[in-house]
């Protein structure tokens, strides 16, 4: 009898190559690799938010019911895009807790940006100075932040100030001390630490809320202690790839199911599944105790390397 699905072509098909349970697992270890966030330890994951037995809603000590959410990835993805998609729907919830003005986690923002199209400088810039005074907002707390997130404008900043040098030029008592003139700087071409937090760089940190139109362009940081921000999932990273004989393709299925919470917080929508729009909507968030325990501040700066006006 033939055997009408085998291949006779003489090529080389995708699932003659793929085992499927072993590519599900290299792909999902490589994604999380490659998560800034879950490297630099401010998310975790917590068995407290899965969702493995059905339902939307779970119910978890210390705060009331979050909502998990899904995102669709379509064929033009990349494995990367996973990542995008998490980090575009943690900072919608970010967005959501700290609010432009009646955020529940509005005491734990800092504004030090240039209210005007042009004109910022250092007192604008994100310093050790203006992360002092973030530290602060949280008293005795402040010196268990450990982990700064910031957009590349504001990182590479932070790389042009560490490349400079104390030195005189002209190398004789009484010559000028320029910025500069001399010295060997830094020759890492990363940004590892600042202030004494590991840094993490995502592009995608101002998506949700570019700041005030006409002003000069506003960057939000954000400082936060390590296993703050926690990630639950409903169902794990499923991978599945076969042939459709239709289209003479060889196709590939990624789904994945999960959330984010912030320990102190609570969703008060009646609402489930939200949307990004949803979830960076300052209404539908609540703290459940005071906001300088909840160890994560957010820092409005400006940056030399970026002074465009906001559209």
Same mark, same amino acid.
């Given at each position: 009898m033939a055997a009408p699905f085998q291949n006779y072509s003489g090529g080389v098909l995708l699932a003659d190559i793929v085992k499927r349970n072993n590519l599900s697992t290299y792909v999902s270890e490589a994604i999380k690799e490659?998560?800034?966030?879950?490297? *630099? #330890?401010? &998310? =975790?994951?917590? *068995?407290? +938010? @899965?969702? $493995?037995?059905? #339902? $939307?809603? /779970?119910? =978890? %000590?210390?705060?009331? %019911? /979050?909502? %998990?959410?899904?995102?669709? +990835?379509?064929?033009?993805?990349?494995?990367?895009?996973i990542n995008k998609l998490n980090s575009a729907r943690l900072f919608s919830l970010l967005d959501g807790l700290f609010g432009s003005t009646f955020g529940p986690l509005g005491a734990n923002s800092l504004d030090l940006s240039k209210g005007a199209a042009s004109g910022a400088d250092t007192?604008?810039?994100?310093?050790?100075? $203006?992360?002092?005074?973030?530290? *602060? +907002?949280? #008293?005795?707390? #402040? @010196?268990? +932040?450990?982990?700064? =997130? &910031?957009? %590349?404008? =504001?990182a590479y900043y932070l790389y042009q100030v560490g490349m400079l040098t104390f030195s005189t030029s002209a190398l004789t008592t009484g010559g000028a001390v320029t910025w500069g003139g001399g010295g060997v700087g830094v020759n890492e071409t990363s940004i590892g630490q600042f202030a004494g937090m590991n840094v993490v760089i995502d592009s995608q940190v101002n998506t949700v809320h570019p700041g005030t139109t006409g002003h000069q362009k506003e960057f939000r940081c954000y400082l936060i202690k390590s296993g703050t921000i926690l990630e639950g999932e409903q169902s794990p990273l499923s991978i599945e790839s076969d042939r459709n004989i239709l289209s003479k393709q060889d196709v590939m299925s990624v789904d994945y199911h999960s959330a984010y919470h912030i320990m102190g917080t609570k969703w008060t929508s009646a609402t489930d599944n939200p949307t990004n729009a949803a979830l960076a909507n300052d209404n539908n968030w609540a703290i459940t105790y005071d906001a300088d325990l909840i160890p994560i501040v957010e820092l409005i700066v400006n940056s030399p390397l970026d002074t465009g006006t906001n559209p």
């Open positions: 490659r998560s800034a966030f879950l490297k *630099s #330890g401010a &998310v =975790v994951r917590n *068995s407290l +938010l @899965d969702a $493995t037995e059905g #339902g $939307t809603r /779970i119910q =978890v %000590p210390e705060f009331n %019911p /979050i909502t %998990p959410t899904e995102e669709i +990835l379509d064929g033009t993805a990349t494995w990367d895009a007192d604008n810039f994100l310093t050790a100075s $203006t992360v002092a005074r973030g530290r *602060s +907002l949280l #008293g005795t707390r #402040g @010196d268990e +932040l450990d982990t700064l =997130v &910031v957009h %590349p404008s =504001v």
